[in-house]
Structure formats: structure tokens, C-alpha cells
Nanobody
Framework: QVQLVESGGGLVQTGGSLRLSCTASGPLIAINYMGWYRQAPGKQRDLVAGITKSGSTNYAVSGEGRFTISRGNTWGTVYLQMNNLKPEDTAVYYC?????????????WGQGTQVTVSS
């Protein structure tokens, strides 16, 4: 069982920055993608950014040019650098780890970390 632990959320003013971290533990051999999602009150959970084991990245339009996802030297740690934050970025941010192995799908979530951007 893979476990994900997030950190780095908090309260920041408009235009400020935060760096979120996510560390995965457990068997990661089948995990080939890690990403950050966010969910604001009353809204669905949406992708913010993702990165593959080989380093390819993808971003939601809302974060392009402001957010950067990166991975640690060893697979299983990912970061989300968020700059020029806006009130609409306020949400709970969740780390996700996903993959497939021998026909089995794997999809794990962290407990979430709150990001609040004040105007």
C-alpha cells in the first residue's frame, strides 16, 4: 500500500508563493505518475499539474506560467512551486500517485493540505 504525505500549505496573500511537497512511501514500482489536484468548496477535484517518472509534465491552464511541478532525485517525492497566487487558488490540494502493473490500476491519494490566498 502506497502512502502519500503532503506538506507546505498555508495562508498567503495575493501575489505570494508557496511550495507544496509530497512524499510517497511503500511499493512504488508500479507508480509512474504523480500529480497535484485541488478541490475548492462545492467544486469538483481538478488536476493542477502532473509529472511522470521520466520527468514529463502537464499543467492545467489555470496554473500555466505560475505553477511548476518537479520531482526529487529519487522517484516518490514531488513538489509544486506556486507563484503569484490568487484568491481563486484557494483550495485543498491533494497529492496523487497512479500507475498500472500487470493489468491492475493503482490510484492513491494524500490527505490534502489547505492553501488559502487572501485578497
Amino acid at each position: 500500500q502506497v502512502q502519500l504525505v503532503e506538506s507546505g500549505g498555508g495562508l498567503v496573500q495575493t501575489g505570494g508563493s508557496l511550495r507544496l511537497s509530497c512524499t510517497a512511501s511503500g511499493p512504488l514500482i508500479a507508480i509512474n505518475y504523480m500529480g497535484w489536484y485541488r478541490q475548492a468548496p462545492g467544486k469538483q477535484r481538478d488536476l493542477v499539474a502532473g509529472i511522470t517518472k521520466s520527468g514529463s509534465t502537464n499543467y492545467a491552464v489555470s496554473g500555466e506560467g505560475r505553477f511548476t511541478i518537479s520531482r526529487g532525485n529519487t522517484w516518490g517525492t514531488v513538489y509544486l512551486q506556486m507563484n503569484n497566487l490568487k484568491p481563486e487558488d484557494t483550495a485543498v490540494y491533494y497529492c496523487n500517485a497512479a500507475g498500472m502493473d500487470a493489468g491492475n490500476d493503482y490510484d492513491y491519494w494524500g490527505q490534502g493540505t489547505q492553501v488559502t490566498v487572501s485578497s
